[in-house]
């Protein structure tokens, strides 16, 4: 079936290009901890997020068998994680409407022609 194949391929390069598009028009920095990390309310200053990593992994070389401190380093790592991506800022710049509607216009187009090459009735209807 060339159609359903055609398809396929134009679906990708259209979700593909759009996706290119959407990410050629945001801009990602970072934003620095200056006051730590803040979660619900609670500031963290950035020094004591490593504090609990560091303390359990002296205790997991200190006593290997402990399940406490493989939980401690589990969640400081997840703590040092979400302190990163809650530092990233994201921005779009400005873009004429022309670009917007091509990117995502193309954006949803692919995912419409993947989306029939996945679950259209392939019966011949």
Same mark, same amino acid.
């Given at each position: ?33 200056? $006051?730590? =990390?803040?979660?619900?309310? &609670?500031? *963290?200053?950035?020094?004591? !997020? #490593? /504090?609990?990593?560091?303390?359990? %992994? ?7 068998? $402990?399940? =406490?401190?493989?939980?401690? &380093?589990? *969640?400081?790592?997840?703590? !040092? #994680? /979400?302190?990163?991506?809650?530092? %990233? ?16 216009? *193309?954006?949803?187009?692919? !995912? ?14």
């Amino acid at each position: 079936m060339p159609n359903r194949s055609i398809t396929f391929v134009l679906g990708i390069l259209c979700l593909g290009g759009g996706l290119f598009l959407i990410g050629q028009a945001v801009t990602v920095s970072s934003v620095t901890l200056w $006051g730590g =990390l803040n979660i619900g309310g &609670v500031s *963290l200053p950035s020094g004591i !997020i #490593l /504090l609990p990593l560091l303390i359990g %992994i002296g205790m997991l070389f200190y006593n290997h068998k $402990g399940r =406490l401190w493989k939980y401690v &380093v589990g *969640l400081a790592v997840v703590f !040092i #994680l /979400l302190a990163v991506i809650l530092s %990233i800022r994201i921005t779009v710049n400005r873009i004429p409407l022309f670009n917007f509607v091509l990117m995502f216009g *193309l954006t949803v187009a692919g !995912i419409a022609m993947l989306l029939r090459y996945w679950f259209y009735d392939r019966k011949g209807k």
